[in-house]
């Protein structure tokens, strides 16, 4: 008897019919033909992807912190504003950490969101990070610890975000309309209920453009990480990224696709596809490269450089995936390890709790990455 799926109703059978017409998740081994394969489903690269036109913006010495505000531009839309935070008094060249901030339908802002700056945090800010970050800017803590860490915006949040009346324009009457009636009633509520449905057309655009969403997220994050290994103060062969939810996302399609990662922490967003049927399929369309599905699975994408070390640290009431398909990604991403005669390079953690990155796994994913970059 064919399966049941509540989201498709009368046809539930599509998905049996769809896996008859071309085999669907199959086992795509780490190596190069699998980053090929995963470059070409993005389709969005350039021979040369470094910053153009570097800026300082701002430098200043805050708690222990030496921060500067920079830009640069990536060649299209406004440029892109970054936060470089390391401690103060180090001389010598320290371990890189790309930080990468999350999507939580949260676009107003980016790198904020995860990281203070010269100034102190809006009241916005601080309650935001309540809940998934246990209170604290992570990245200003990561610093102390003994690394230079830059945190960038990207494509459609902070700096990169597009203006609210454009969004309007492009979505039409009727969900502008919507937007109007809504509960939202400051403007970094509404620049952000417009934003939720902006991203669907978005993706359109870039589907029309050749590529997709993740591939133009994934292309502004090698830049960054270009920028961060052009710096003199950071030890080039030690560099590594780390974000949770979209920021974990991205950390595993920049992982996958620039050889200097050299280690990778991702928290909350390792799954299955299979597990998404019928569950969660809200997700970001970053998660969703087009056609990569026929290729292979997206824990065959955080492992495809193995055996490149990687934690992934899972979060076992988080709302966003079933137990299952995260214990299922765990089980492939340890047989993908394995496979390349180094187990020990994974790192699968396990927690209690919802959607979080909280002061705990902060502790072990920090002590994982002085482990593999100090």
């Given at each position: ?34 980053q ?42 406004p ?19 790309l ?37 604290r ?99 080039k ?15 595993a ?45 997206w824990?065959?994408?955080a ?46 953690q ?25």
């Open positions: 008897m064919a399966e049941t799926y509540q989201h498709l109703g009368v046809f539930s059978d599509w998905v049996a019919a769809a896996k008859e017409k071309h085999p669907l998740y199959p086992l795509a081994a780490p190596g190069k033909q699998t090929a394969l995963l470059r070409e489903s993005l389709g969005f690269q350039g021979k040369d992807e470094s910053p153009q036109d570097v800026r300082i913006e701002k430098e200043w010495e805050k708690d222990g912190i030496i921060g500067q505000e920079v830009s640069w531009s990536v060649g299209y839309g440029r892109t504003h970054a936060y470089v935070l390391k401690p103060a008094g180090v001389k010598e060249p320290l371990p890189g950490v930080a990468l901030h999350d999507h939580s339908d949260f676009k107003f802002y980016g790198k904020e969101k995860i990281a203070d700056g010269a100034d102190e945090p809006s009241e916005v800010l601080t309650e935001f990070r309540n809940l998934p970050y246990g209170g800017a992570y990245v200003n803590a990561l610093a102390r610890e003994g690394f230079m860490v830059v945190v960038h915006d990207v494509f459609l949040w902070g700096s990169r975000r597009f203006p609210l009346e454009t969004m309007r324009d492009m979505m039409g009457e009727k969900t502008a309309t919507l937007l109007e009636r809504s509960d939202a009633v400051s403007e970094i509520e509404r620049y952000n209920q417009a934003a939720y449905f902006h991203e669907h057309w978005v993706s359109k655009y870039c589907n029309v453009l050749g590529t997709n969403m993740a591939g133009v997220v994934a292309y502004e994050d090698r830049v960054a990480l270009n920028y961060l290994l052009s710096r003199s103060d950071v030890n062969e030690h560099v590594g990224c780390i974000g949770l939810s979209g920021g974990g996302n991205r950390a399609l920049l992982s996958a696709l620039h050889e200097k990662i050299s280690a990778t922490v991702i928290i909350g967003l390792m799954t299955t596809y299979e597990a998404l049927l019928d569950h969660n399929m809200s997700h970001t369309w970053m998660l969703f490269p087009f056609g990569w599905v026929r290729h292979g699975d824990s065959d994408i492992a495809c450089r193995a055996p490149s070390p990687l934690l992934v640290q899972y979060d076992l009431q988080d709302y966003l995936f079933t137990e299952q398909g995260m214990q299922d990604a765990h089980l492939r991403l340890q047989n993908h390890y394995a496979s390349v005669g180094k187990p020990d390079a994974y790192t699968g396990f927690y209690p709790g919802t959607h979080k990155f909280d002061l705990e796994m902060q502790a072990a994913a920090f002590d994982w990455l002085k482990g593999q970059l100090q």
